[in-house]
C-alpha cells in the first residue's frame, strides 16, 4: 500500500494518509527550534515537497546511536548523555528525506539531503509538540519504528509552515 506524509510545522504534528486521502496515523513530533528555513548551516526544518530517499537502521535495537547514519554500537541512556552532552541524539531509526523543488529544497545551498535532514528516533526524556531538533523531524523511538516498517522508500513527505 501506498502513503503520503504530511509534517505541520506549526502543529508539531505527523500524519500519514492513504493514497484515498484517509488519516491512517497522527504523531506528535518536534522539529527545529530555529523554525523553518531551508538555507544549509541553518539549522531549519525545510518546507515542500520531499520523498524519503533512504530507510536506515531496520532490525537496530531501540535507542541505537547513529553518528553519520551508522549505528555506532551505543545504546543511549542517560549516563551516555551526561558522557555525551552537546551530541545530536538520532536514535532507533532513520528516514532520510531529498527534496523534490529545484532551487527551494534541492541542488544548491538548499539542498535537504545534503543537509542530511531526517525524521528519526530521539530520547525518551526528549519533548514532542516543542521545536527543539537541529533541522530534523524527532519522534518518540516505539513510533519511528512504527512509521519506519509502514512507509517504504519514495514515500511523499510533505513539510507545511502552517
Known amino acids: ?3 503520503s506524509i504530511v509534517v505541520n510545522i506549526a502543529e508539531q504534528s505527523l500524519s500519514v494518509f492513504s493514497l484515498q486521502n484517509h488519516l491512517i496515523k497522527h504523531y506528535r513530533i518536534a522539529t527545529a527550534k530555529n523554525g523553518a528555513g531551508e538555507k544549509f548551516g541553518s539549522e531549519c526544518t525545510p518546507r515542500g515537497k520531499h520523498i524519503i ?38 536514535l532507533t531509526r532513520i528516514l532520510w528525506l531529498s527534496g523534490l523543488e529545484k532551487g527551494t529544497n534541492r ?7 545534503r543537509r542530511y535532514v531526517y525524521i528519526h528516533g530521539c530520547p525518551d526524556g526528549d519533548q514532542m509538540g516543542i ?14 519504528i512504527e512509521l519506519f516498517n509502514l512507509v517504504p522508500v519514495f514515500t511523499t513527505v510533505e513539510i507545511i509552515e502552517k
Open 1 to 3: 500500500m501506498s502513503y
Open 107 to 113: 541542488l544548491s545551498d538548499v539542498d535537504t539531503m
Open 53 to 90: 530517499r533512504a530507510k536506515i537502521g531496520d532490525k537496530q535495537p531501540v535507542n541505537s546511536v547513529f553518528i553519520g547514519r551508522r549505528p555506532t554500537g551505543e545504546i543511549y541512556e542517560p549516563a551516555l548523555k551526561k558522557q555525551h552532552p552537546n551530541r545530536d541524539w538520532i
Open 131 to 144: 521545536p527543539s531538533s537541529h533541522g530534523c523531524i524527532k519522534m518518540r523511538n516505539s513510533e519511528m
